[in-house]
């Protein structure tokens, strides 16, 4: 009998996203491939992090390391926890 693998499956990064045409939509949408199958912080655990991450990042920054695209993907990572965590509001039940 034949050992037949599959190849594992490409997981995009940061590399596939050319820069010069990178949105924050596009990050978005990365962060939550990588964050698929893991549940979203409460609200409460959210606001409680929110100074930790943000330091964490302004950190980062400060070393002179970090590329645009790092801090826009932490960015990015930041909005998608929050949006990950909104109730869709309603719809408006008004005609116009």
Do not use: K
Request: aromatic share 4%; glycine share 4%; net charge negative.
């Amino acid at each position: 009998m034949t050992d037949h693998r599959y190849p594992a499956l490409h997981r995009p990064t940061l590399d596939d996203l050319p820069p010069e045409d990178a949105t924050t939509d596009q990050l978005i949408a990365l962060v939550r491939s990588h964050r698929e199958g893991q549940e979203y912080p409460t609200a409460e655990a959210l606001l409680d992090n929110l100074p930790i991450a943000l330091r964490a990042l302004s950190d980062h920054v400060l070393t002179g390391q970090a590329t645009a695209m790092d801090v826009a993907y932490r960015l990015a990572s930041i909005i998608a926890a929050i949006e990950g965590r909104q109730t869709p509001p309603e719809p408006s039940r008004r005609t116009h």
